[in-house]
């Protein structure tokens, strides 16, 4: 029996990278779909089988909530013109706005965050639409501490299932390279690190993106007077690729005082992990647990920067650098084994639609 497939989507295809995975199973098994998304950065062009509700969104957080019932009647207009068998919901937003239309059909619910669960209301529903899908996808297995019991649970990591790391050991230069790639937030913890790297002018500091607290973060590193310290702005997503091989580490602190930083495994994981290039993390978070496991770089606790230099230096030693590599190898095999476990369940759904 031929299915055809809805994926619902609710932010711009740029930060969208797992609908990919999607989009592979379903076009490998023959299967027909259609995306309605929210491009709410309005930056995508149209494209055939993609129905975009071009809409800039204003603010963030809660203050977002009005605003999806604009997208929501986007949807059910665009769901009166054709009908479909089965639901990919990518998001639980998506899935509480449209929980009334949902609680006939079959569908499956992808969670890439926590996002407003602190709500009564909303966890109610949010509650309601899990106990009701075939399927739950999460992008991390920590986030089972804060999803209700519900339906089956699978691991689908934001990572392509491809890549080796095939990178040479390090080189120690004059002036080693950290690098910070993506949106810039999390002022706290980096404010700390920023500092350790003023007083150390033979490391150098790079963020690469932009986002809200940047102006904050240009603003700290100027009042300190840090010439090791810069900052490239916003990027094109093709430049991604020569930041990875230019750096020697890569910066992702977080800090961990929210649930969602304490149970996510963010993008820069897998991409430092196919680029073979440390990481250095908050540490009280399922990231640093995941880093310490298998050996992937360095966790740091709040302010804990005394010796710092001589971890960092520790990773230009060929031999802790090659057993590093060889974690990076277990690790994204670990991955690649759970995203085909992700695979067999999404195909199940899509021929059984149970």
Request: proline share 5%; charged share 25%; hydrophobic share 40%.
């Amino acid at each position: 029996m031929t299915r055809s497939v809805c994926i619902l989507a609710g932010s711009s295809l740029r930060y969208l990278p797992y609908l990919s995975l999607y989009a592979r199973i379903l076009e490998e098994a023959g299967v027909e779909y259609e995306v309605i998304y929210w491009d709410r950065h309005e930056e995508d062009e149209d494209r055939p089988g993609f129905h975009r509700y071009a809409r800039r969104a204003k603010g963030r957080g809660s203050a977002l909530l009005p605003q999806y019932y604009g997208f929501r009647r986007h949807i059910l207009a665009r769901l009166k013109q054709r009908d479909f068998d089965l639901f990919v919901v990518l998001g639980m937003q998506i899935g509480v706005f449209l929980a009334d239309f949902l609680k006939d059909k079959a569908y499956l619910v992808d969670i890439r965050d926590r996002s407003h669960e602190d709500n009564p209301v909303y966890r109610f529903i949010a509650n309601r639409v899990l106990a009701g899908a075939k399927l739950t996808c999460v992008s991390s297995r920590a986030f089972k501490q804060w999803l209700p019991e519900a339906s089956p649970v699978v691991v689908s990591h934001n990572m392509a299932m491809t890549a080796s790391p095939p990178r040479a050991p390090l080189k120690l230069p004059g002036h080693c390279l950290i690098s910070y790639i993506g949106e810039v937030k999390f002022f706290q913890p980096n404010r700390e690190f920023m500092e350790f790297i003023s007083r150390t002018p033979r490391w150098k500091l790079a963020y690469h993106g932009a986002g809200p607290d940047l102006r904050k973060f240009v603003g700290f590193a100027e009042s300190v007077a840090a010439e090791n310290i810069e900052f490239s702005g916003r990027f094109d997503p093709s430049q991604k690729e020569q930041f990875y091989l230019e750096t020697d580490f890569v910066l992702c602190l977080y800090g961990s005082d929210h649930i969602n930083v304490r149970t996510a495994l963010p993008n820069r994981l897998y991409e430092a992990c196919i680029h073979a290039r440390p990481l250095i993390v908050s540490a009280d978070t399922y990231l640093a647990d995941v880093v310490a496991e298998y050996g992937l770089g360095i966790v740091l606790g709040a302010g804990e920067t005394v010796g710092l230099d001589r971890k960092l230096e520790a990773f230009f030693d060929a031999d802790r650098y090659a057993a590093f590599v060889e974690g990076c190898r277990s690790f994204l095999n670990k991955v690649m084994q759970e995203n085909e476990e992700f695979r067999t369940h999404v195909i199940d759904f899509v021929q059984s639609g149970n």
